[in-house]
Nanobody, 115 residues
Framework: QVQLVESGGGLVQPGGSLRLSCAASRSIFSINAMGWYRQAPGKQRELVAA???????NYADSVKGRFTISRDKAKNTVDLQMNSLKPEDTAVYYC?????????WGQGTQVTVSS
């Protein structure tokens, strides 16, 4: 079982930055894969960024060069640094991990990019 607690969402102006954090109840280094998804109103939930135990990363084309996924060993979190935010980034962002054949999701955190 893995419990996830997300934080860091909020309202930001275009061009601004936010840092999302996903705190896990198990060591993130024991989890095969972890990532961030997002879902905007009327749109399909999509993968934003993924990170494996081996450190391999994958990003959606729409966020490459702007978002960075990383692990923080001291805090046991998976973080998503979001720079140069655009209105199109507005969505609910979800943390997701896979462990022992099950998927676990965070509660979601709202990110709104607007002037």
């Amino acid at each position: 079982q893995v419990q996830l607690v997300e934080s860091g969402g909020g309202l930001v102006q275009p061009g601004g930055s936010l840092r999302l954090s996903c705190a896990a109840s198990r060591s993130i280094f024991s989890i095969n894969a972890m990532g961030w998804y997002r879902q905007a109103p009327g749109k399909q939930r999509e993968l934003v960024a993924a990170l494996t135990r081996g450190g391999r990363t994958n990003y959606a084309d729409s966020v490459k060069g702007r978002f960075t996924i990383s692990r923080d060993k001291a805090k046991n979190t998976v973080d998503l640094q979001m720079n140069s935010l655009k209105p199109e980034d507005t969505a609910v962002y979800y943390c997701n991990v896979g462990y022992m054949g099950y998927e676990y999701w965070g509660q979601g955190t709202q990110v709104t990019v607007s002037s």
